[in-house]
């Protein structure tokens, strides 16, 4: 089988963002703390009002994964990392999501899907 490498752009890396990544390296370790709440009342109701008409059900985790990737589609700048002096942006986007998968004796650990 042959392997296709993805598709994707390529662009410079702006200089004027050098002045942030030196301010953000001065600024180490790059860690942030934080706690949200946020009501999804409305969402889940969407969610049980969509499963009755399709008759299906649908994990609330696919629905914040749908809507990640829809916020990465409509606004692609968000999905670009830095190669050395380029930006890259691919045209695909992919998701990894940690599923928790029951063990043989029990325990649970989180695998990547």
Not at 90 to 104: M, N, S, W
Request: proline residues 5%; contains cysteine; glycine residues 4%.
């Amino acid at each position: 089988m042959m392997y296709t490498r993805p598709a994707y752009q390529q662009s410079d890396w702006p200089v004027l963002r050098n002045a942030l990544v030196s301010y953000l390296d001065s600024q180490r370790p790059h860690s942030t703390q934080g706690f949200v709440e946020i009501d999804v009342t409305q969402a889940r109701a969407a969610i049980r009002s969509i499963q009755k008409k399709v008759g299906i059900a649908i994990s609330f985790h696919a629905f914040v994964l749908h809507c990640m990737v829809r916020a990465g589609t409509e606004h692609p700048a968000v999905l670009r990392y830095r190669h050395r002096n380029k930006l890259i942006a691919f045209d695909d986007i992919d998701v990894l999501t940690p599923i928790e998968k029951r063990l043989a004796n029990g325990a649970r650990i989180p695998v990547g899907y």
